[in-house]
Structure formats: C-alpha cells, structure tokens
C-alpha cells in the first residue's frame, strides 16, 4: 500500500516570485506533496476581506492566498519569515512580521512552517532546516542534500534569467517599431496579473520589449547601487534602485515603469528616488503606477496608452 505524502501549502504570493525553485525543490526532496494556492481575483478578494485598510495590497493579496490554502486542507503551510539574506540589508516590517499576522487574523489555520531567513544566524537556520525535513520523515543527511540541491536549482534559473544581458548587442535585431520599455518594482508586483492587472499582457499586445531586473546580473546592480551618495537597507529596494539606475543610462531603453504599492512605505521613498534618476541621467519617459485594490483596469490601459504614445512621439522627434 502506498503512503500517503503530507501536503505543504505553499502561497504564491510576495517572495515566491523570488525564491520559488528553492521551496519547491527543497519540498519535492524531502518527500512532501506540494499545493500552491490560486493566483485567481477571488483569492485576492478574500484578502481584501480579512486584512486592515492601511496594510499595503501585497500583504492583503498574501492573506488571500494563505485563506486559499486553509480551504484545501493541506497538512502544512510554508510561510518563511524573512529577515535577512546578505550582510548589510533587511526587509520590510510587514515582510519580517507576516507569520505572526497571519496567526493573529486568521483562525484554525495547520500548522505553519515558520522558516528564519536570517544570514546572521546560520546555525539555528540549518537545524530550523532539518526540523523541517523531520515533519516529512526525511533524514539529517537527506535534509541538507535537498536544501543544497534547492540552491542548486535556484542559481540555475537565475543565470537563465541574467543570459538575456541588457547589453547593446540585445538590441540588434529590434524591429524599428518595437518599444524596448524596462518594468522595474517589487517582483510579485511585476509577475502577479492579480496585483498589477495584466499589466505585463497588456505591453506585450501594444508591441512593447519588457525588460525587467531580474534579467541584469546581480554584479551590475550592486555597481549600480553602490554609486548613490547613502546606501539602501532594504534588499528588494536596492534591487529596484540599482536596476532602474542601469535601464535609465541604457541607451536603447526607451521608457521605464515603475509599479508600486500604495501604502508601501520603501515605495514611496524608492519612487521619488528613481524620478530624480530618471532627471539626473536619462530623461527618458517615466511612468510611475501606484496600485491598491481601487485601481481599474480601463483606467491603467489608458494611462499605459498614453505613456506608450509619448514614448513613440520622443523617438519621432529624436529621429
């Protein structure tokens, strides 16, 4: 007779969208049966439903997705608490605090697997690891080879993603009537429809070239970053800042998007930043798009028609 695997909920919401081969490899090799939540509109209005009005709309859509995964009775649920993955940067305070939100708004929820991202406490990270493994019946060995084969898998697909250097010769072969436009912001903003819309659909049947900062490798973006005057102490922020100061200086780069959130404390000060990047180096066309769960889809469309025909009548006249 078979046995039965235990099932981890796994939201796909927030920093999925980053880390996404490492949970599912790390899963998959300790023996769970992994379950991801619905990335549909009425997982984020289930969200909009439970969470208060000045939490920003990520943390609200999150809350959707961990509700989603209640419902399918999974045994577990993965929810990560980050705090820190290199020397000098954190993230934010809604980020670090997610796990005890959740357990504070949400009843009779399983279990959750509350993982420490910290890099300043490794020891307790690697037990945290095998106590992990443990839930599944997998063993100390089996543990540590799943996390190393995850991170394996995780620097795999980030190099396929930096293959596509924004370099010069990227541009050869651009069609004169393609827009080249880079979309820079929190990840989940950029790769979730739910939150930003179908933004990223919607560039693509206007023409347009998305470039984003998971394609630059992560060497020009710390150069970047290290030129401004102050340092910036949160990790998706430099991230943002970095690549937005590369896309700003590239030649055939002819616009740039911004997407925040409203209520997102390092978006409004990363926003204002990027403008005066935008001033200093480059001039080129800026638009910068503020979401909650008021904005509509007929008003972006205009806003990115709009945009897209400003970009067109710059090139007409520097041409």
């Not at 909920?9 to 969208?17: D, M, Q, V």
């Not at 100390?140 to 370099?167: G, V």
């Not at 930043?273 to 080129?284: A, H, P």
């Amino acid at each position: 007779m078979a046995i039965m695997k235990k099932k981890v909920g796994i939201p796909r919401c927030l920093l999925y969208y980053n880390y996404y081969t490492v949970y599912e490899t790390f899963f998959r090799e300790i023996g769970a049966e992994i379950v991801l939540s619905n990335p549909a509109n009425i997982t984020l209005e289930k969200g909009l439903k439970l969470v208060p009005d000045e939490v920003c709309l990520p943390i609200k859509n999150c809350f959707g997705h961990i509700l989603d995964l209640k419902e399918k009775n999974t045994d577990f649920i993965f929810l990560p608490r980050f705090m820190r993955v290199e020397k000098h940067t954190t993230f934010c305070p809604k980020i670090i605090g997610l796990p005890d939100l959740v357990k504070n708004i949400i009843p009779n929820l399983p279990p959750l697997i509350e993982l420490d991202i910290n890099f300043s406490k490794k020891i307790k990270f690697y037990n945290d690891i095998n106590n992990i493994g443990g839930l599944f019946n997998s063993g100390l060995i089996n543990n540590y080879r799943a996390w190393k084969m995850a991170l394996k898998d995780h620097h795999a697909y980030r190099n396929s993603l930096t293959n596509k250097k924004i370099l010069p010769s990227s541009f050869v072969n651009t069609p004169a009537h393609q827009l080249n436009i880079a979309v820079v912001g929190h990840p989940y903003n950029i790769y979730d429809p739910n939150l930003n819309l179908d933004l990223m659909d919607k560039l693509k049947k206007k023409n347009v070239a998305i470039y984003t900062p998971d394609m630059i490798p992560m060497e020009i973006i710390m150069n970047e970053s290290n030129e401004l005057p102050k340092r910036i102490f949160w990790t998706l922020s430099r991230d943002i800042v970095g690549a937005s100061k590369y896309f700003i200086k590239h030649p055939d780069i002819d616009g740039i998007i911004n997407i925040a959130s409203f209520a997102c404390g390092p978006d409004s000060i990363i926003g204002e930043l990027i403008s005066f990047l935008v001033k200093e180096y480059g001039k080129k066309p800026y638009l910068l798009l503020i979401l909650d769960e008021h904005t509509g889809s007929a008003g972006l469309e205009t806003r990115i028609e709009a945009f897209i025909e400003m970009i067109r009548m710059v090139k007409d006249r520097n041409s």
